[in-house]
């Protein structure tokens, strides 16, 4: 018996990953971290660092910072 794929985040879902990734950045990283974890299709790998990947540059990147709920960053730099 197969299942059926997780349905796709509600806007208020990714709002709230937005808003905890933020603050795990904010408060918690150093200088990068290296996740992994398995879904239908295989494996992902999540590198979340202070610096663009080398041969990147931050335009290449999505940027994020609407969906992050503005209560929880009210002293934000960039965004």
């Known amino acids: 018996m197969t299942t059926a794929p997780p349905e ?3 806007d208020a879902e990714l709002r709230k990953l937005a808003t905890l990734l933020w603050r795990f950045a904010e408060r918690d990283l150093d200088q990068f971290e290296l996740w992994r974890f398995s879904v239908r299709a295989g494996q992902v790998f999540i590198n979340m660092a202070r610096q663009p990947d080398l041969g990147a540059t931050p335009e290449a990147y999505d940027d994020i910072n609407r969906f992050i709920d503005r209560d929880e960053r009210p002293n934000t730099v960039n965004g």
């Open 8 to 10: 796709r985040l509600s």
